[in-house]
């Protein structure tokens, strides 16, 4: 069976500081997704990016980036320069190539608060 | 092009009752699923319908069942609701089986009491 961890619950920062969200994943396929999803207060989950597994390169995005480790299963994110535009919950996702349907396992999510 | 679209955005029901969401995916995506979340948790897979036919299940009592017509929009029923079935009821449509770049709609908030 598949797991995702997303040990911080909550984290709180001053506008323009960095924060980077750890995602830690459990699975025995050697073919799989990761993804990371926002979800603004609206509630709607908002996609940011979606690594292979056998992709190991870090990627750049504006202010975000990723860092995926296999040798430590893990897929960080990183906000740069936060701003309050930032504040919401990230979930890390997982999906196995072999699994029936096109399942994402999610994160319990880490809360971003960016205060002014 | 409009997003994934879905109906109604907040429903209140009784215990027992039975319950019907809607789902419109993208335009051109033929894949459709569905996700409950939990307040506080992340959202957990429902089912998948891709090409009218199920694709995938997740981990939950055949009181929830969801079906595809053939525009691609799909319907999730609950019957015999539980308190426990309050949950923000995400659906997520993607271009086609395997692809897993999901676009979510904004869900509809369910409040069982």
């Known amino acids: 069976a598949q797991k995702v961890t997303q040990a911080q619950t909550e984290i709180s920062v001053v506008e323009k500081e960095d924060v980077t969200l750890d995602c830690v994943y459990e699975?025995?396929?050697?073919?799989?997704?990761l993804f990371w999803y926002k979800q603004p207060p609206s509630g709607e989950l908002v996609f940011l990016i979606r690594r292979n597994s056998f992709d190991e390169q870090n990627e750049i995005s504006g202010r975000y980036s990723w860092n995926f480790q296999k040798s430590t299963s893990s897929f960080n994110f990183t906000i740069t320069a936060s701003q309050v535009v930032d504040s919401a919950v990230y979930f890390c996702a997982l999906a196995l190539v072999k699994a029936a349907g096109n399942k994402l396992t999610f994160g319990g999510g880490t809360r971003v608060l960016v205060k002014p | 092009d409009a997003g994934v679209t879905q109906s109604p955005t907040h429903l209140i029901k009784t215990r027992g009752q039975q319950v019907t969401l809607r789902c419109s995916p993208i335009s051109g995506h033929k894949s459709v699923s569905w996700y409950q979340q939990v307040l506080g948790q992340g959202p957990q897979f429902i089912f998948q319908y891709y090409e009218k036919e199920e694709r995938g299940r997740g981990n939950f009592p055949d009181r929830f069942s969801a079906r595809q017509f053939p525009n691609y929009s799909s319907e999730l029923n609950v019957n015999a609701l539980l308190l426990g079935d309050s949950a923000l009821y995400l659906c997520?449509?993607?271009?086609?089986?395997?692809?897993?770049?999901?676009?979510f709609g904004p869900g509809t908030r369910l409040t069982v009491t």
């Open positions: 699975t025995r396929d050697t073919t799989y997704y």
């Open positions: 997520a449509s993607s271009h086609r089986q395997g692809n897993y770049e999901q676009y």
